[in-house]
């Protein structure tokens, strides 16, 4: 048996394991039935359940879009392959899809191939269409649609293969039909209502017909499942199928438990995996948004949550909307309306939390009123948000303790320093699909400029090297022990043998904020690693305590790395001191412990991969790193110092 199979279903409970039989049996009889689903619509009948959208200012856009560094030209669907990984060349077989393997062959990506298929550019000519009222646009969109339902019938292909595709297609498919009035063009366009009778509700009903029968459960009920019932409760709150109301209250329901099982008391995500927040948000947001307007609202409890999910977001971004980046990262969107690269959705979240909450703060660290937000909101929207004043408050540290992310920030005349500290659980559920092996890492920023950073993230399914590296222990800020992760890595997004992560003591007083904590993962090797970082704020300094305590005598390696942002310079001042810098920004120095050797590597892939950073996915760079290895013999401290000059 292969070793990744092997491995998942170690990660499997006797209930699950269970389950998964049951799936694959039912996925046969689905093959075998498929013929006898009844797709048909119906009278169309629909609900506007976003406010009226008038066409703010829009600057069109060319036929075609970057994904991960490479060009995808939409303007001519009849040669779009929608099973083809672009940057490989390489092609999904067209079959059942309980029958594909995604990870057979190492040169093609299913995450590439998914990222075109969630027809998130079809908004975009939704609104060059609005905006100019070519009819080539209508007709393209048409054909796009037309093309994509041709080339992947129900159940077959990779694009039926994971139900979180299929749902992010809906809520594609909900947002152009509200942008284009769908509803009032199809009375006057008779080309347009034969598409929706014959092509577009029908495939939209398939869709809706999946999410349901299709659910995430046990260790994959992550960020999937949530998509899932967000999805499905905006799509069937839009149409009325014959069974919307049945798939309203299943998904209301499922959204309700998953808002608070998701997260914790204080909003934080469980999955480990900071930039999914926004990704995340963005579901329960649409939900919420959709609930009022079509007078089937949510709990206090779920708004109460939102609001607690808003409020990390608030803390955990500095004062340049940087924020700490934790676990994977793969660029993903709930929902896009303009391929705006300098747009930052953490921002746009906090302007939709404005308006709901009517909340200073938010407003004060938000994008403004966006094109995302007149979406949501309309016109009434922006009356509120421009009704709130700004917020003059001065931020100061936040510990969040129960969840092991501890935010140190000192802000004074205009100026910010912020450090975040990494002690929390590996990720959520037996598999942890998405956390990496960060335990006691730290990234720092300087007014607003990145300094020690997160390696990011890089890749999924292909180069498993790259991909083992980027989610290891090396890759981070953190202490490595004999050459090992801090947890057993048992494929892609599998992780096996979790650490368990502890806070010993912290404090927070107006000269003083510290945090102890320590983690298991190394137990196994005989040894503790406990990182203790203390921000002097009169002096601006940080001070990291590193203590390898060894329980068993024999020697042990230690791998001791730093990473710093490729913008900066780095330059090496003496033997156990470094100085980053860069322009106009105040410099950083860094002192190391007299006991340690340090390097300063870049790029480096022998004897080892070290010293490489992705900014986002698919892409890579090198990256200085600052590198101490030694080995000891018994319990050793190690003391490190960081000034901001």
Known sequence: MDNWYLNRLMSMSVGEIYYRIQQLIKGHLQEKTVKNIDFTSGEIISNRIFPEFKMPKFSSHPYSLNLFGIDFNY??????????DIKSGEVFKLCFNRKINIRENPNLS????WEINR???LPVICMNYKTKKNRSDLDLFIQLNKSWSDQNPYLMGINW?????????????????????????????????????????PLIKMHCIYSYNNPSKYSSANNHLISEYAGLFIASSKWEFKESKKWIRYSHNGLENEITK???????????????????????????VVGEITANPFSDQYKQQLYKILCYIYDFLDCNGNFAKYG?????????????????NFKSLLTSGAIIFNNPEFKSKSNGFDLKNHFLFGDAGKLIFESISYSDKIESSKFYTNEGHFIFRKKDNGKEIYLHFDAAPLGFLSIAAHGHADALSFILTVDGLPVFIDSGTYTYHTEPEWRRYFIGTLAHNSIRINQKDQAVNGGPTLWLNHYKTSIIDQELSNDTDRVIACHNGYLREGAQHIREISFFKLRNEFQIVDTIVVRKKRKIQIEIPFHINPEVTVVQSSTHSFVIFKDLFRKTEFYIDEK?????????TKPQILGWYSK?????????????KTEIECSTTFKFLIKII
């Open 75 to 84: 303007s001519k669907p009849k040669e779009i392959n929608w099973l083809e």
């Open 110 to 113: 299913a995450k590439l191939v």
């Open 119 to 121: 027809l998130q550019f």
């Open 161 to 201: 293969y994971s139900n979180i595709e299929v749902n992010l297609r809906l809520i594609t498919w909900v947002i152009c039909w509200e942008i284009l009035d769908a509803d009032k063009l199809l009375f006057e366009d008779i080309i347009f209502k034969e598409f929706i009778i014959n092509d577009w509700l």
């Open 262 to 288: 998701q997260h914790s008391k204080e909003g934080v995500n469980k999955e480990e995996a900071a930039e999914y927040i926004q990704f995340i948000t963005d579901f329960f947001l649409l939900a919420y």
């Open 328 to 344: 994977d990262e793969d660029d993903g969107k709930c929902f896009v309306l303009d391929y705006d690269e300098e747009f930052n």
């Open 596 to 604: 340690l050797h340090p390097e300063l590597l870049n790029g480096q």
């Open 616 to 628: 986002s996915f698919l892409k890579k760079e090198p990256v200085n790193v600052i590198y101490c």
